[in-house]
């Protein structure tokens, strides 16, 4: 079974664990010389969290990630939904759209994480927030996944 961690903010909202990126790096460079079913987890909403990029996490971490996930935050402070809440991807003032899903699919398809014959995980997490219909927020999501492959580029 393997074990992941998810990196996260270190000063923003849940100032958790582990985070930014070469922290991360260098804590699974740790784990691994005594443990091989270790490895990250990197999430996109966390990127505007820790101030990064995708390019950046992605290459920083790429000897250790083992599961991609795919989420939406609110980094304005004041603002409602701050902080790592997994707002629908469009929430008012939040880091995460189709643009930023482009970017990150084609970070992935430039270092070579779609392989077929070894594929990673790749999940989302997005939630309803206030009255929201969790349906049509999944929907959305869906949606804003479509449009954002069909604009990498081939």
């Given at each position: 079974?393997?074990?992941?961690?998810?990196?996260?903010?270190?000063?923003?909202?849940?100032?958790?664990?582990?985070?930014?990126?070469?922290?991360?790096?260098?804590?699974?460079?740790?784990?691994?010389?005594?443990?091989?079913?270790?490895?990250?987890?990197?999430?996109?909403?966390?990127?505007?969290?820790?101030?990064?990029?995708?390019?950046f996490v992605i290459q920083t971490l790429r000897p250790y990630i083992t599961h991609?996930?795919?989420?939406?935050?609110?980094?304005?402070?004041?603002?409602?939904?701050?902080?790592?809440?997994?707002?629908?991807?469009?929430?008012?003032?939040?880091?995460?759209?189709?643009?930023?899903?482009?970017?990150?699919?084609?970070?992935?398809?430039?270092?070579?994480f779609f392989n077929a014959k070894n594929p990673y995980v790749l999940s989302l997490?997005?939630?309803?927030w206030g009255d929201e219909d969790g349906d049509i927020v999944l929907a959305n999501?869906?949606?804003?996944?479509?449009?954002?492959?069909?604009?990498?580029?081939?």
């Amino acid at each position: 079974m393997m074990i992941e961690l998810e990196a996260f903010d270190f000063d923003m909202d849940k100032a958790a664990l582990i985070g930014p990126a070469p922290y991360a790096a260098q804590f699974a460079a740790d784990m691994r010389m005594t443990n091989n079913n270790f490895g990250l987890l990197v999430d996109l909403s966390h990127f505007p969290t820790t101030y990064e990029t995708s390019k950046f996490v992605i290459q920083t971490l790429r000897p250790y990630i083992t599961h991609f996930h795919i989420g939406n935050a609110v980094v304005e402070k004041g603002c409602e939904a701050y902080g790592d809440q997994h707002p629908r991807f469009g929430f008012p003032n939040s880091a995460n759209d189709v643009e930023e899903l482009v970017d990150f699919f084609t970070v992935l398809k430039e270092e070579g994480f779609f392989n077929a014959k070894n594929p990673y995980v790749l999940s989302l997490e997005v939630k309803p927030w206030g009255d929201e219909d969790g349906d049509i927020v999944l929907a959305n999501t869906k949606r804003v996944i479509n449009r954002a492959w069909a604009l990498v580029e081939d």
